[in-house]
Protein backbone atom coordinates (compact mmCIF):
# COMPACT_ATOMS: atom_id res chain seq x y z
CA UNK A 1 0.00 0.00 0.00
CA UNK A 2 1.06 3.60 -0.89
CA UNK A 3 0.67 6.45 1.26
CA UNK A 4 1.11 9.61 -0.43
CA UNK A 5 0.52 13.08 1.06
CA UNK A 6 1.00 15.06 -2.31
CA UNK A 7 -1.26 15.95 -5.18
CA UNK A 8 1.49 15.36 -7.76
CA UNK A 9 2.32 12.46 -6.49
CA UNK A 10 -1.27 10.48 -6.10
CA UNK A 11 -1.83 11.25 -10.05
CA UNK A 12 1.50 9.93 -10.19
CA UNK A 13 0.40 6.44 -8.61
CA UNK A 14 -3.13 6.90 -10.12
CA UNK A 15 -1.81 7.47 -14.03
CA UNK A 16 0.28 4.22 -13.62
CA UNK A 17 -2.55 1.75 -12.36
CA UNK A 18 -4.84 3.60 -15.03
CA UNK A 19 -1.65 2.78 -17.71
CA UNK A 20 -1.27 -1.10 -16.24
CA UNK A 21 -5.20 -0.70 -17.35
CA UNK A 22 -6.66 -0.96 -13.18
CA UNK A 23 -10.00 0.71 -12.86
CA UNK A 24 -10.00 3.55 -10.25
CA UNK A 25 -12.14 3.77 -7.18
CA UNK A 26 -12.39 6.21 -4.85
CA UNK A 27 -13.70 6.28 -0.58
CA UNK A 28 -13.25 9.84 0.24
CA UNK A 29 -13.10 9.86 4.08
CA UNK A 30 -12.68 12.26 6.67
CA UNK A 31 -10.64 9.34 8.66
CA UNK A 32 -11.61 7.73 12.19
CA UNK A 33 -12.49 4.80 9.77
CA UNK A 34 -15.27 2.32 11.25
CA UNK A 35 -16.77 -0.44 9.76
CA UNK A 36 -19.09 1.46 7.67
CA UNK A 37 -16.24 2.89 5.84
CA UNK A 38 -14.75 -0.77 5.70
CA UNK A 39 -17.94 -1.74 3.44
CA UNK A 40 -16.91 1.03 0.99
CA UNK A 41 -13.72 -0.22 0.60
CA UNK A 42 -15.04 -3.58 -0.12
CA UNK A 43 -17.70 -2.03 -1.84
CA UNK A 44 -15.02 -0.57 -4.36
CA UNK A 45 -12.67 -3.65 -4.01
CA UNK A 46 -15.89 -5.22 -5.84
CA UNK A 47 -15.96 -2.81 -8.44
CA UNK A 48 -12.40 -1.37 -9.12
CA UNK A 49 -8.92 -2.88 -9.42
CA UNK A 50 -7.14 -0.08 -7.57
CA UNK A 51 -8.43 1.26 -4.93
CA UNK A 52 -7.86 5.05 -3.59
CA UNK A 53 -9.11 5.33 0.18
CA UNK A 54 -8.60 9.77 0.90
CA UNK A 55 -8.05 10.45 4.41
CA UNK A 56 -8.97 14.31 5.28
CA UNK A 57 -10.46 16.40 7.54
CA UNK A 58 -12.32 18.68 5.11
CA UNK A 59 -12.04 22.36 6.96
CA UNK A 60 -14.50 23.73 4.42
CA UNK A 61 -17.26 21.95 5.59
CA UNK A 62 -16.72 22.76 9.19
CA UNK A 63 -18.69 25.80 10.63
CA UNK A 64 -17.13 27.69 12.76
CA UNK A 65 -19.05 26.21 16.38
CA UNK A 66 -18.66 22.82 14.90
CA UNK A 67 -16.28 20.05 15.65
CA UNK A 68 -13.41 20.28 13.39
CA UNK A 69 -10.75 20.93 15.78
CA UNK A 70 -11.70 18.00 18.14
CA UNK A 71 -12.66 15.76 14.89
CA UNK A 72 -10.67 12.56 15.56
CA UNK A 73 -7.24 11.76 13.54
CA UNK A 74 -6.01 8.25 14.74
CA UNK A 75 -4.25 8.32 11.65
CA UNK A 76 -1.67 5.27 12.07
CA UNK A 77 -4.76 2.63 13.14
CA UNK A 78 -6.83 4.25 9.79
CA UNK A 79 -3.62 2.81 7.86
CA UNK A 80 -3.87 -0.31 9.50
CA UNK A 81 -7.39 -0.68 8.11
CA UNK A 82 -6.69 0.20 4.55
CA UNK A 83 -3.76 -1.87 4.57
CA UNK A 84 -5.76 -4.86 5.93
CA UNK A 85 -8.61 -4.13 3.60
CA UNK A 86 -6.07 -4.03 0.16
CA UNK A 87 -6.42 -0.67 -0.10
CA UNK A 88 -3.44 0.31 -2.78
CA UNK A 89 -3.27 3.87 -1.91
CA UNK A 90 -4.50 6.87 0.71
CA UNK A 91 -4.35 10.37 -0.18
CA UNK A 92 -3.45 12.28 3.12
CA UNK A 93 -2.80 15.66 2.23
CA UNK A 94 -2.90 18.80 4.56
CA UNK A 95 -4.95 21.51 4.21
CA UNK A 96 -2.14 23.39 2.57
CA UNK A 97 -2.03 21.08 0.12
CA UNK A 98 -5.43 21.18 -0.83
CA UNK A 99 -6.04 24.90 -0.35
CA UNK A 100 -2.83 26.71 -0.36
CA UNK A 101 -3.36 30.16 0.24
CA UNK A 102 -7.15 29.76 -0.21
CA UNK A 103 -9.23 28.54 -2.86
CA UNK A 104 -11.55 31.59 -4.11
CA UNK A 105 -13.55 29.05 -5.70
CA UNK A 106 -17.39 27.21 -4.38
CA UNK A 107 -18.90 24.12 -6.00
CA UNK A 108 -22.76 24.61 -5.03
CA UNK A 109 -26.05 22.75 -5.32
CA UNK A 110 -28.74 24.79 -5.42
CA UNK A 111 -32.40 23.55 -3.56
CA UNK A 112 -31.17 20.00 -2.76
CA UNK A 113 -28.48 21.69 0.17
CA UNK A 114 -31.34 23.62 1.45
CA UNK A 115 -33.48 21.35 3.51
CA UNK A 116 -32.17 18.92 6.33
CA UNK A 117 -29.00 19.37 7.74
CA UNK A 118 -28.62 22.17 5.46
CA UNK A 119 -30.81 24.20 7.80
CA UNK A 120 -28.72 23.58 10.57
CA UNK A 121 -25.16 23.76 8.90
CA UNK A 122 -24.99 26.88 6.77
CA UNK A 123 -22.05 26.16 4.56
CA UNK A 124 -21.61 22.32 5.61
CA UNK A 125 -22.55 21.23 1.91
CA UNK A 126 -20.45 24.03 0.08
CA UNK A 127 -17.89 22.76 1.52
CA UNK A 128 -18.50 19.26 0.90
CA UNK A 129 -19.07 19.16 -2.52
CA UNK A 130 -16.18 21.60 -3.06
CA UNK A 131 -13.66 19.54 -1.91
CA UNK A 132 -15.29 16.23 -3.56
CA UNK A 133 -14.47 18.09 -6.95
CA UNK A 134 -11.10 18.48 -6.00
CA UNK A 135 -10.62 15.11 -5.01
CA UNK A 136 -12.60 13.77 -8.07
CA UNK A 137 -10.29 16.05 -9.83
CA UNK A 138 -7.06 14.96 -8.42
CA UNK A 139 -7.62 11.05 -8.30
CA UNK A 140 -9.80 11.29 -11.72
CA UNK A 141 -11.92 7.53 -10.65
CA UNK A 142 -14.15 5.50 -12.35
CA UNK A 143 -16.32 5.03 -9.32
CA UNK A 144 -16.53 6.86 -6.07
CA UNK A 145 -18.26 5.04 -2.81
CA UNK A 146 -20.32 7.27 -0.07
CA UNK A 147 -22.71 5.78 2.75
CA UNK A 148 -26.64 6.62 2.78
CA UNK A 149 -26.17 7.29 6.19
CA UNK A 150 -25.05 10.72 4.97
CA UNK A 151 -28.07 10.70 3.02
CA UNK A 152 -28.47 14.32 1.83
CA UNK A 153 -24.77 14.12 1.17
CA UNK A 154 -24.94 11.78 -1.58
CA UNK A 155 -28.13 13.04 -3.14
CA UNK A 156 -26.27 16.10 -3.44
CA UNK A 157 -23.10 14.67 -4.29
CA UNK A 158 -24.12 12.24 -7.03
CA UNK A 159 -26.51 15.79 -8.80
CA UNK A 160 -23.12 17.78 -9.02
CA UNK A 161 -22.13 14.79 -10.66
CA UNK A 162 -24.88 14.89 -13.43
CA UNK A 163 -25.05 18.51 -13.73
CA UNK A 164 -21.49 19.29 -14.03
CA UNK A 165 -20.33 16.04 -16.20
CA UNK A 166 -18.14 15.06 -14.27
CA UNK A 167 -16.86 11.55 -15.79
CA UNK A 168 -17.16 9.15 -12.83
CA UNK A 169 -20.14 7.29 -11.16
CA UNK A 170 -21.24 7.63 -7.79
CA UNK A 171 -21.94 3.98 -5.22
CA UNK A 172 -24.24 4.67 -2.53
CA UNK A 173 -23.65 1.87 0.27
CA UNK A 174 -26.38 0.89 2.54
CA UNK A 175 -25.51 2.21 6.38
CA UNK A 176 -23.83 -0.21 8.50
CA UNK A 177 -24.94 -0.43 12.12
CA UNK A 178 -23.90 -1.44 15.75
CA UNK A 179 -25.88 -4.89 17.25
CA UNK A 180 -28.56 -2.34 18.85
CA UNK A 181 -28.96 -0.46 15.50
CA UNK A 182 -26.83 2.96 16.12
CA UNK A 183 -25.36 4.06 12.47
CA UNK A 184 -21.57 3.90 12.61
CA UNK A 185 -20.18 7.06 12.38
CA UNK A 186 -16.55 8.77 13.39
CA UNK A 187 -18.54 11.12 15.40
CA UNK A 188 -19.74 7.97 18.23
CA UNK A 189 -16.81 7.94 19.70
CA UNK A 190 -17.75 11.93 21.41
CA UNK A 191 -20.65 9.68 22.78
CA UNK A 192 -20.26 9.02 26.73
CA UNK A 193 -21.69 5.42 27.78
CA UNK A 194 -25.05 6.79 29.12
CA UNK A 195 -25.33 8.77 25.86
CA UNK A 196 -24.16 5.84 23.51
CA UNK A 197 -27.03 3.89 25.35
CA UNK A 198 -29.31 6.60 24.58
CA UNK A 199 -28.04 7.19 20.89
CA UNK A 200 -29.63 3.74 20.18
CA UNK A 201 -33.30 5.35 20.06
CA UNK A 202 -32.72 7.30 16.65
CA UNK A 203 -32.88 4.03 14.88
CA UNK A 204 -35.75 2.90 17.16
CA UNK A 205 -37.47 5.74 15.98
CA UNK A 206 -36.61 5.73 12.56
CA UNK A 207 -37.99 2.01 12.51
CA UNK A 208 -41.35 3.31 14.19
CA UNK A 209 -41.74 5.55 10.94
CA UNK A 210 -41.12 2.78 9.33
CA UNK A 211 -43.89 0.61 10.87
CA UNK A 212 -46.30 2.96 10.56
CA UNK A 213 -45.51 3.67 6.93
CA UNK A 214 -46.25 0.14 6.07
CA UNK A 215 -49.37 0.09 8.24
CA UNK A 216 -50.60 2.75 5.64
CA UNK A 217 -49.70 6.12 7.87
CA UNK A 218 -49.74 8.40 4.92
CA UNK A 219 -50.14 11.58 6.72
CA UNK A 220 -46.68 13.24 6.83
CA UNK A 221 -47.31 15.33 10.25
CA UNK A 222 -48.49 12.62 11.76
CA UNK A 223 -45.41 10.15 10.93
CA UNK A 224 -42.84 13.06 12.01
CA UNK A 225 -44.69 13.21 15.30
CA UNK A 226 -44.95 9.48 15.57
CA UNK A 227 -40.89 9.35 15.56
CA UNK A 228 -40.44 12.89 17.75
CA UNK A 229 -42.60 10.96 20.57
CA UNK A 230 -39.82 8.19 20.69
CA UNK A 231 -37.34 10.55 20.57
CA UNK A 232 -38.65 12.76 23.22
CA UNK A 233 -38.76 9.87 25.72
CA UNK A 234 -34.95 10.45 25.94
CA UNK A 235 -34.25 13.18 28.08
CA UNK A 236 -30.36 13.46 26.80
CA UNK A 237 -32.04 14.08 23.14
CA UNK A 238 -32.16 17.40 21.62
CA UNK A 239 -33.99 17.41 18.60
CA UNK A 240 -33.20 19.25 14.92
CA UNK A 241 -35.10 18.01 12.77
CA UNK A 242 -37.51 14.56 11.83
CA UNK A 243 -38.12 14.69 8.25
CA UNK A 244 -39.99 12.85 5.53
CA UNK A 245 -39.00 14.01 2.31
CA UNK A 246 -38.89 12.61 -1.57
CA UNK A 247 -35.46 10.62 -1.59
CA UNK A 248 -34.73 12.15 -4.63
CA UNK A 249 -35.64 15.96 -5.03
CA UNK A 250 -35.76 16.18 -0.76
CA UNK A 251 -38.79 17.91 -1.14
CA UNK A 252 -41.51 17.68 1.89
CA UNK A 253 -43.88 14.48 0.74
CA UNK A 254 -47.17 14.75 2.21
CA UNK A 255 -48.94 12.10 1.66
CA UNK A 256 -46.05 9.97 2.41
CA UNK A 257 -45.96 8.13 -1.34
CA UNK A 258 -43.68 6.22 -3.66
CA UNK A 259 -39.52 6.84 -2.36
CA UNK A 260 -39.20 8.66 0.83
CA UNK A 261 -36.45 9.65 2.52
CA UNK A 262 -36.92 9.27 6.58
CA UNK A 263 -34.45 11.07 8.53
CA UNK A 264 -33.21 12.66 11.78
CA UNK A 265 -31.07 14.82 13.21
CA UNK A 266 -30.14 15.49 17.11
CA UNK A 267 -27.67 16.06 19.51
CA UNK A 268 -26.70 13.75 22.31
CA UNK A 269 -24.55 16.05 24.87
CA UNK A 270 -22.56 18.22 22.46
CA UNK A 271 -22.98 15.51 19.87
CA UNK A 272 -24.47 15.58 16.89
CA UNK A 273 -25.75 12.67 15.06
CA UNK A 274 -27.93 11.71 11.65
CA UNK A 275 -29.18 8.83 10.20
CA UNK A 276 -32.18 7.92 8.08
CA UNK A 277 -34.11 5.02 6.44
CA UNK A 278 -35.54 5.06 2.78
CA UNK A 279 -38.72 3.57 2.39
CA UNK A 280 -41.07 2.33 -0.26
CA UNK A 281 -44.37 3.96 0.71
CA UNK A 282 -45.85 2.83 -2.52
CA UNK B 1 -13.94 16.08 -39.07
CA UNK B 2 -16.49 15.18 -37.09
CA UNK B 3 -19.29 16.38 -36.31
CA UNK B 4 -21.29 15.42 -32.39
CA UNK B 5 -24.22 17.06 -31.05
CA UNK B 6 -24.25 14.70 -28.25
CA UNK B 7 -22.22 14.42 -24.99
CA UNK B 8 -21.93 10.39 -25.51
CA UNK B 9 -21.14 10.88 -29.05
CA UNK B 10 -18.00 13.30 -27.87
CA UNK B 11 -16.96 11.80 -25.06
CA UNK B 12 -16.60 8.62 -27.63
CA UNK B 13 -14.79 10.24 -30.16
CA UNK B 14 -12.44 11.44 -27.67
CA UNK B 15 -11.67 8.22 -26.02
CA UNK B 16 -10.91 6.90 -29.63
CA UNK B 17 -8.45 9.44 -29.80
CA UNK B 18 -6.88 9.41 -26.54
CA UNK B 19 -6.66 5.50 -26.60
CA UNK B 20 -4.63 6.08 -30.06
CA UNK B 21 -2.20 8.10 -27.87
CA UNK B 22 -3.62 11.72 -28.94
CA UNK B 23 -3.16 14.97 -26.84
CA UNK B 24 -6.55 16.68 -26.84
CA UNK B 25 -6.77 20.46 -26.91
CA UNK B 26 -10.01 21.91 -26.97
CA UNK B 27 -11.30 25.49 -28.12
CA UNK B 28 -14.50 26.52 -26.33
CA UNK B 29 -16.49 29.21 -28.23
CA UNK B 30 -20.00 30.75 -28.89
CA UNK B 31 -19.07 30.87 -32.72
CA UNK B 32 -19.93 33.17 -35.00
CA UNK B 33 -16.13 32.28 -35.61
CA UNK B 34 -13.44 35.23 -36.55
CA UNK B 35 -9.75 34.92 -36.86
CA UNK B 36 -9.97 35.54 -33.10
CA UNK B 37 -10.90 32.13 -32.85
CA UNK B 38 -8.91 30.48 -35.97
CA UNK B 39 -5.58 32.08 -33.71
CA UNK B 40 -6.98 29.99 -31.06
CA UNK B 41 -7.32 26.82 -33.38
CA UNK B 42 -4.17 27.51 -34.37
CA UNK B 43 -2.41 27.48 -31.26
CA UNK B 44 -4.45 24.61 -30.10
CA UNK B 45 -2.89 22.75 -33.35
CA UNK B 46 0.88 23.57 -32.65
CA UNK B 47 0.31 22.14 -29.07
CA UNK B 48 -1.92 19.26 -29.80
CA UNK B 49 -3.04 16.59 -31.80
CA UNK B 50 -6.71 16.31 -31.66
CA UNK B 51 -8.41 19.65 -31.66
CA UNK B 52 -12.06 19.92 -30.56
CA UNK B 53 -13.60 22.86 -30.97
CA UNK B 54 -17.22 23.50 -29.43
CA UNK B 55 -19.86 26.09 -30.25
CA UNK B 56 -22.07 26.46 -28.11
CA UNK B 57 -24.22 30.13 -27.10
CA UNK B 58 -24.45 29.23 -23.20
CA UNK B 59 -27.72 30.67 -21.75
CA UNK B 60 -26.60 31.13 -18.57
CA UNK B 61 -24.08 33.48 -19.22
CA UNK B 62 -26.47 36.21 -20.04
CA UNK B 63 -28.11 38.51 -18.40
CA UNK B 64 -31.86 38.71 -19.25
CA UNK B 65 -31.57 42.20 -21.13
CA UNK B 66 -29.23 40.79 -23.11
CA UNK B 67 -28.23 39.69 -26.25
CA UNK B 68 -29.01 36.35 -26.02
CA UNK B 69 -31.20 35.80 -28.49
CA UNK B 70 -29.70 37.79 -31.24
CA UNK B 71 -26.54 36.31 -30.22
CA UNK B 72 -25.37 35.21 -33.90
CA UNK B 73 -25.24 31.72 -34.95
CA UNK B 74 -23.71 31.08 -38.84
CA UNK B 75 -23.40 27.58 -37.67
CA UNK B 76 -22.79 26.79 -41.99
CA UNK B 77 -19.80 29.34 -42.09
CA UNK B 78 -18.45 28.11 -38.30
CA UNK B 79 -17.98 24.59 -39.57
CA UNK B 80 -16.33 25.48 -42.79
CA UNK B 81 -14.07 27.59 -41.18
CA UNK B 82 -13.21 24.76 -38.58
CA UNK B 83 -12.93 22.32 -41.39
CA UNK B 84 -10.62 24.58 -43.12
CA UNK B 85 -8.09 25.05 -40.45
CA UNK B 86 -8.14 21.08 -39.05
CA UNK B 87 -10.22 21.14 -36.43
CA UNK B 88 -11.27 17.19 -35.54
CA UNK B 89 -14.30 17.37 -34.09
CA UNK B 90 -16.63 19.91 -33.07
CA UNK B 91 -19.13 19.77 -30.30
CA UNK B 92 -22.31 21.59 -31.61
CA UNK B 93 -24.62 20.83 -28.20
CA UNK B 94 -28.53 22.02 -27.59
CA UNK B 95 -29.01 23.98 -23.91
CA UNK B 96 -31.49 21.13 -23.69
CA UNK B 97 -28.08 18.43 -24.06
CA UNK B 98 -25.71 20.64 -21.64
CA UNK B 99 -28.56 21.21 -19.21
CA UNK B 100 -31.36 19.38 -19.64
CA UNK B 101 -34.33 20.18 -16.98
CA UNK B 102 -32.22 22.92 -15.52
CA UNK B 103 -28.86 22.69 -13.26
CA UNK B 104 -28.90 23.18 -9.75
CA UNK B 105 -24.81 23.35 -9.99
CA UNK B 106 -22.99 26.13 -10.35
CA UNK B 107 -19.45 26.65 -10.05
CA UNK B 108 -18.43 30.10 -8.59
CA UNK B 109 -15.39 32.14 -8.54
CA UNK B 110 -15.27 34.92 -5.62
CA UNK B 111 -13.59 37.70 -5.85
CA UNK B 112 -11.85 37.56 -9.15
CA UNK B 113 -15.99 38.00 -10.89
CA UNK B 114 -16.66 41.35 -8.52
CA UNK B 115 -14.74 43.91 -10.56
CA UNK B 116 -14.89 45.15 -14.18
CA UNK B 117 -17.11 43.70 -16.29
CA UNK B 118 -18.86 41.66 -12.83
CA UNK B 119 -19.99 44.82 -12.03
CA UNK B 120 -21.96 45.27 -15.50
CA UNK B 121 -22.76 41.47 -16.03
CA UNK B 122 -24.27 39.81 -12.60
CA UNK B 123 -24.25 36.37 -12.97
CA UNK B 124 -22.11 36.14 -16.54
CA UNK B 125 -19.03 34.79 -14.69
CA UNK B 126 -20.95 32.08 -12.80
CA UNK B 127 -22.89 30.71 -16.49
CA UNK B 128 -18.77 30.73 -17.79
CA UNK B 129 -17.09 29.11 -15.21
CA UNK B 130 -20.03 26.41 -14.99
CA UNK B 131 -20.41 25.75 -18.88
CA UNK B 132 -16.02 25.64 -18.49
CA UNK B 133 -16.36 22.79 -16.27
CA UNK B 134 -18.91 21.01 -17.74
CA UNK B 135 -17.00 21.34 -21.33
CA UNK B 136 -13.85 20.53 -19.57
CA UNK B 137 -15.79 17.47 -17.87
CA UNK B 138 -17.21 16.23 -21.13
CA UNK B 139 -14.01 17.07 -23.53
CA UNK B 140 -11.24 15.99 -20.68
CA UNK B 141 -8.76 18.09 -22.83
CA UNK B 142 -5.31 18.30 -21.62
CA UNK B 143 -5.09 22.01 -22.72
CA UNK B 144 -8.14 24.61 -23.36
CA UNK B 145 -7.04 27.84 -25.04
CA UNK B 146 -8.85 31.29 -24.73
CA UNK B 147 -8.23 34.79 -26.09
CA UNK B 148 -7.02 37.41 -24.44
CA UNK B 149 -9.77 40.32 -25.20
CA UNK B 150 -11.64 38.47 -22.32
CA UNK B 151 -8.82 39.28 -20.08
CA UNK B 152 -10.95 38.70 -16.85
CA UNK B 153 -12.47 35.44 -18.14
CA UNK B 154 -9.29 34.26 -18.45
CA UNK B 155 -8.11 35.08 -15.60
CA UNK B 156 -11.22 33.64 -13.34
CA UNK B 157 -11.23 30.52 -15.79
CA UNK B 158 -7.33 29.77 -14.60
CA UNK B 159 -8.03 30.49 -11.10
CA UNK B 160 -10.71 27.50 -11.11
CA UNK B 161 -8.92 25.13 -12.63
CA UNK B 162 -6.07 25.73 -9.77
CA UNK B 163 -8.57 25.88 -7.14
CA UNK B 164 -10.14 22.77 -8.23
CA UNK B 165 -7.34 20.70 -9.42
CA UNK B 166 -8.53 20.17 -12.79
CA UNK B 167 -6.83 18.26 -14.93
CA UNK B 168 -5.64 20.43 -17.88
CA UNK B 169 -3.62 23.47 -18.59
CA UNK B 170 -5.23 26.63 -19.58
CA UNK B 171 -3.59 28.34 -22.83
CA UNK B 172 -4.49 32.43 -23.19
CA UNK B 173 -3.59 33.62 -26.98
CA UNK B 174 -3.28 36.85 -27.73
CA UNK B 175 -6.08 39.15 -29.03
CA UNK B 176 -6.68 39.71 -32.69
CA UNK B 177 -7.19 42.90 -34.26
CA UNK B 178 -8.69 44.74 -37.25
CA UNK B 179 -6.42 46.18 -38.92
CA UNK B 180 -7.09 49.78 -37.35
CA UNK B 181 -6.87 48.20 -34.32
CA UNK B 182 -10.42 46.94 -33.15
CA UNK B 183 -10.34 43.49 -30.92
CA UNK B 184 -11.85 40.97 -33.00
CA UNK B 185 -15.34 39.95 -31.53
CA UNK B 186 -18.59 37.73 -32.78
CA UNK B 187 -19.97 41.14 -31.25
CA UNK B 188 -18.54 43.58 -34.03
CA UNK B 189 -20.94 42.30 -36.81
CA UNK B 190 -23.75 44.17 -34.26
CA UNK B 191 -21.68 47.50 -35.19
CA UNK B 192 -23.34 50.08 -38.23
CA UNK B 193 -20.73 51.12 -40.25
CA UNK B 194 -20.82 54.56 -38.35
CA UNK B 195 -20.52 52.59 -35.17
CA UNK B 196 -17.95 50.49 -36.64
CA UNK B 197 -15.59 53.60 -37.43
CA UNK B 198 -16.29 55.07 -34.11
CA UNK B 199 -15.21 51.15 -32.10
CA UNK B 200 -11.78 51.69 -33.46
CA UNK B 201 -11.04 54.09 -30.45
CA UNK B 202 -11.04 51.73 -27.72
CA UNK B 203 -7.93 50.51 -29.14
CA UNK B 204 -6.50 54.20 -29.73
CA UNK B 205 -7.46 55.15 -26.08
CA UNK B 206 -6.22 51.97 -24.87
CA UNK B 207 -2.27 52.79 -26.82
CA UNK B 208 -2.88 56.30 -25.25
CA UNK B 209 -2.86 54.57 -21.34
CA UNK B 210 0.36 52.53 -22.19
CA UNK B 211 2.09 55.36 -24.22
CA UNK B 212 1.50 57.79 -20.79
CA UNK B 213 2.49 54.55 -18.30
CA UNK B 214 5.58 53.93 -20.38
CA UNK B 215 6.76 57.57 -19.76
CA UNK B 216 6.06 57.38 -16.02
CA UNK B 217 3.03 58.01 -15.32
CA UNK B 218 2.22 56.15 -12.05
CA UNK B 219 -1.09 57.52 -10.69
CA UNK B 220 -4.00 55.62 -11.81
CA UNK B 221 -6.56 58.12 -11.88
CA UNK B 222 -4.94 59.83 -14.19
CA UNK B 223 -4.28 57.19 -16.46
CA UNK B 224 -8.01 56.51 -16.51
CA UNK B 225 -8.62 60.10 -17.05
CA UNK B 226 -6.38 60.19 -20.20
CA UNK B 227 -8.36 57.08 -21.41
CA UNK B 228 -11.23 58.29 -20.58
CA UNK B 229 -10.73 61.57 -22.46
CA UNK B 230 -10.00 59.71 -25.83
CA UNK B 231 -13.30 58.15 -25.41
CA UNK B 232 -15.39 60.74 -24.11
CA UNK B 233 -14.16 62.58 -27.93
CA UNK B 234 -16.31 60.35 -29.76
CA UNK B 235 -20.49 60.83 -29.23
CA UNK B 236 -21.32 57.50 -29.96
CA UNK B 237 -19.46 55.94 -27.38
CA UNK B 238 -21.05 55.12 -23.49
CA UNK B 239 -18.41 54.76 -20.94
CA UNK B 240 -18.85 51.50 -18.61
CA UNK B 241 -15.48 51.08 -17.30
CA UNK B 242 -11.99 52.15 -17.48
CA UNK B 243 -10.01 50.49 -14.76
CA UNK B 244 -6.11 49.48 -14.46
CA UNK B 245 -6.13 46.37 -12.04
CA UNK B 246 -3.05 43.88 -10.93
CA UNK B 247 -3.18 41.64 -14.29
CA UNK B 248 -3.38 38.69 -11.74
CA UNK B 249 -5.67 39.72 -9.19
CA UNK B 250 -7.48 42.27 -10.90
CA UNK B 251 -7.28 44.49 -7.72
CA UNK B 252 -6.87 48.34 -8.32
CA UNK B 253 -2.95 49.18 -8.86
CA UNK B 254 -2.05 52.83 -7.58
CA UNK B 255 0.28 53.46 -7.86
CA UNK B 256 0.37 52.06 -10.93
CA UNK B 257 3.69 49.26 -11.18
CA UNK B 258 4.06 45.95 -12.25
CA UNK B 259 2.10 43.64 -14.61
CA UNK B 260 -1.00 45.85 -15.14
CA UNK B 261 -4.21 45.32 -17.06
CA UNK B 262 -5.61 48.67 -18.23
CA UNK B 263 -9.17 47.24 -19.19
CA UNK B 264 -12.07 48.96 -21.27
CA UNK B 265 -16.08 48.13 -21.36
CA UNK B 266 -18.13 50.83 -23.50
CA UNK B 267 -21.72 50.32 -25.37
CA UNK B 268 -21.40 51.84 -28.79
CA UNK B 269 -25.36 51.66 -29.84
CA UNK B 270 -26.51 48.80 -27.77
CA UNK B 271 -23.44 46.77 -28.66
CA UNK B 272 -21.43 45.96 -25.74
CA UNK B 273 -17.25 46.16 -26.80
CA UNK B 274 -14.51 45.22 -24.35
CA UNK B 275 -10.82 45.16 -24.60
CA UNK B 276 -8.08 45.20 -22.67
CA UNK B 277 -4.12 45.42 -23.09
CA UNK B 278 -1.49 44.19 -20.25
CA UNK B 279 1.50 46.30 -19.50
CA UNK B 280 4.75 46.09 -17.46
CA UNK B 281 5.18 49.37 -15.83
CA UNK B 282 7.91 47.99 -14.19
Redesign the interface.
Known sequence: MEVATT?TEV?RLVRQARQRGRTIGLVPTMGALHPGHVSLIEAAAGRCDFIVVSIFVNPTQFGPSEDFAKYPRPIEQDLAICKDHGVDLVFTPSAEEMYGQG??????????TSPLCGRFRPGHFRGV??VC??LF??V?PDLAFFGQKDAQQAVVIR??VK?????LEIVVCPTVREPDGLAMSSRNRYLSPSHRGQAATIYRALRHGEDEIRRGVKDAGKLADAITAILRQVPGIALQYVSIVDAESLQPKDPVTGEVLVAVAVRIGSTRLIDNIVVDAG
Chains 1, 2 share one sequence.
Not at 103 to 110: A, P
Not at 163 to 167: R, T
Request: no cysteine; proline share 4%; net charge positive.
Open positions: IRGLTWVEVERLTTAKNILRMDLNMP
